[in-house]
């Protein structure tokens, strides 16, 4: 696990802790223009050291092993990350559990330069605690070490599962959960056109 903060950038160094785990996908694009790349790396994706200076020190490759199809990514840009839990099209609109990396004084949940997702946030349709454990912990851990950086959100929903809201409520500190989003047919609108799809 990277324990340094590379060149500066926080968010990088959160990603490359992140592109260790096996169990993300990697996805970018906008889904109400059209169209999502997701990319399943099964913990081959490794992002490239520094090679420049000044205003191109931030520029990285994100390849995985044995494909030549990367992603370019600056974070002298792509300098805020969310954790975001919201509802997502591919698990029924139960929640996916998210990571988003953008811009300051952008809005995440439809403008980000990459965003990382837990593969398999449900096992047998309950929850995938372990999983979901260690998500909740590098999100805590992140957001203590790097504060300026780092936010959360948890879009909740009414008709949210009740099994899957407990486990979360006792994982989650009750200050950093936000009152649910009311039903209406609009939140599931926002919500596949904030989402990816697979």
């Not at 490359?16 to 785990?21: H, K, N, Q, V, Y």
């Not at 948890?154 to 809201?165: F, G, I, M």
């Not at 994982?171 to 009311?182: K, M, Q, R, S």
């Amino acid at each position: 696990m990277t324990t340094e903060v590379h060149a500066g950038f926080p968010a990088e160094t959160i990603l490359r802790e992140w592109l260790a785990d096996d169990d993300i996908n990697l996805f970018c694009g906008r889904w109400d223009e059209g169209s999502i790349m997701e990319l399943l790396p099964a913990g081959n994706a490794v992002l490239t050291d520094p090679k420049y200076d000044g205003p191109f020190a931030g520029l990285r490759d994100l390849r995985i092993a044995g494909s030549a199809h990367h992603i370019h990514l600056d974070f002298g840009k792509l300098d805020r990350v969310q954790y975001r839990i919201a509802p997502s099209v591919c698990f029924g609109f139960r929640p996916s559990f998210e990571i988003r990396f953008h811009r300051d004084r952008r809005d995440p949940a439809t403008a980000y330069g990459l965003g990382l997702a837990v593969a398999t946030p449900y096992a047998h349709r309950q929850l995938n605690l372990p999983t979901i454990e260690r998500y909740v912990e590098r999100m805590q851990r992140h957001r203590t070490r790097f504060p300026d950086t780092v936010s959360f959100h948890w879009q909740r929903r009414n008709e949210d599962d009740p099994s899957t809201l407990s486990a979360l409520r006792r994982l989650i500190a009750p200050t950093e959960i936000e009152p649910p989003v009311p039903p209406d047919r609009s939140t599931d609108s926002a919500a596949l056109a904030s989402d990816r799809s697979r």
